[in-house]
């Protein structure tokens, strides 16, 4: 799997947009970009991934660069419930599902 | 829809013992994974079983093993457990390939004495 790189830690105002940064830059055109997150102690929670379209759900909205190098995770209106670790991964579609967690970013969501 | 879950939540052992950890992963799903999380390592992938067969391993020695049986619920062990091995041991189930996201579990801690 292409390793990612995000920032370490990130601040955001409750109610502003919370838009988190991933650069892959070696990836593959077989390979999905995954988001997570993880809540302090409680096991990662699934938020989207994409392969070169961009994707949204009802959590957030992932904006993938059109030559696939980068990412950004957008979060529309964090809450202080939205204070996570925030993790970028790239996988390829038929690798199983091993998941290669990196460092991801701190996200501290302020009132 | 019932979601992953594990047993037992916490757990603490002593050097030398060995532990068995059980993950029911979300009906239907036929892949399951194992992690380990610790303040050091961050979050390292165990291994994975789909539809009884271990599919991939991660790096990590033979004293941890698991198995899954025909219900798709999954069995991780670790014998003769060392200071090192106190973590947060997380599950996550799957549908099955890569494609497909995967559904974590509240994970086990386990403290070794």
């Known amino acids: 799997d292409a390793k990612t790189t995000q920032p370490p830690s990130m601040d955001c105002a409750e109610g502003r947009a919370a838009n988190l940064p991933c650069n892959h830059s070696?990836?593959?055109?077989?390979?999905?970009v995954y988001w997570y997150r993880q809540i302090h102690s409680q096991g990662p929670q699934y938020i989207i991934h994409?392969?070169?379209n961009n994707e949204t759900n009802e959590m957030a909205s992932l904006i993938i660069t059109e030559d696939r190098k980068s990412s950004t995770l957008i979060l529309p209106h964090a809450t202080l419930r939205d204070t996570a670790v925030y993790y970028c991964?790239?996988?390829?579609?038929?690798?199983?599902?091993?998941?290669?967690f990196g460092g991801g970013t701190r996200l501290m969501v302020k009132p | 829809k019932a979601g992953v879950t594990q047993t037992p939540r916490y757990l603490i052992k002593t050097r030398g013992q060995q532990v068995t950890l059980s993950c029911s992963p979300i009906s239907g799903h036929r892949s399951v994974s194992w992690y380990q999380q610790t303040p050091g390592q961050g979050l390292q992938f165990l291994f994975e079983y789909f539809s009884e067969t271990q599919r991939n391993k991660g790096n990590f020695p033979g004293r941890f093993s698991g198995r899954q049986f025909s219900n798709s619920r999954s069995e991780m062990n670790v014998s003769t457990l060392e200071l090192g091995d106190s973590a947060l041991y997380l599950c996550?189930?799957?549908w099955g390939g890569g494609e497909y996201e995967q559904y974590f579990g509240p994970g086990t801690r386990l403290t070794v004495t």
């Open positions: 996550a189930s799957s």
């Open positions: 070696t990836i593959s055109g077989n390979e999905y």
């Open positions: 994409g392969l070169k």
């Open positions: 991964i790239a996988r390829e579609i038929n690798a199983g599902n091993m998941l290669t």
